[in-house]
């Protein structure tokens, strides 16, 4: 069992940036694949970036590629997004999930646990 608790969301203007955060509980963080997915109101739910269990290789989506960025420091059981260059479409609640595996995933049915959401609102 892993509980996932997300921080660092916030009002930002167009072009600025935030921290996201994500906080894992248990002693086995590091043997999940993680992830971040965004869901925009009167949206799905959608795939932004994922790390796999050591932090070695990460994928994006390509609307965030060359702007975000997913990295894990496993001592801490965080991973965090850097989010830089941000666009009022980027606005959405962001969530983190985690995934026992050792394969890729960036399909939001695949993963095992959700944290509560992040409101992050970008302005024009």
């Known amino acids: 069992q892993v509980q996932l608790v997300e921080s660092g969301g916030g009002l930002v203007q167009a072009g600025g940036s935030l921290r996201l955060s994500c906080a894992a509980s248990?002693?086995?963080?590091?043997?999940?694949?993680m992830g971040w997915f965004r869901q925009a109101p009167g949206k799905e739910r959608e795939f932004v970036a994922a790390?796999?269990?050591?932090?070695?290789?990460?994928y994006y989506a390509d609307s965030v590629k060359g702007r975000f960025t997913i990295s894990r420091d496993n001592a801490k059981n965080t991973v965090y997004l850097q989010m830089n260059s941000l666009k009022p479409e980027d606005t959405a609640v962001y969530y983190c999930?985690?995934?026992?595996?050792?394969?890729?995933?960036?399909?939001?049915?695949?993963?095992?646990?959700w944290g509560q959401g992040t409101q992050v609102t970008v302005s024009s």
């Open positions: 248990g002693r086995t963080f590091s043997m999940y694949f």
């Open positions: 999930a985690a995934k026992s595996g050792s394969y890729v995933y960036v399909v939001e049915n695949e993963y095992d646990y």
């Open positions: 790390i796999t269990r050591g932090g070695g290789s990460t």
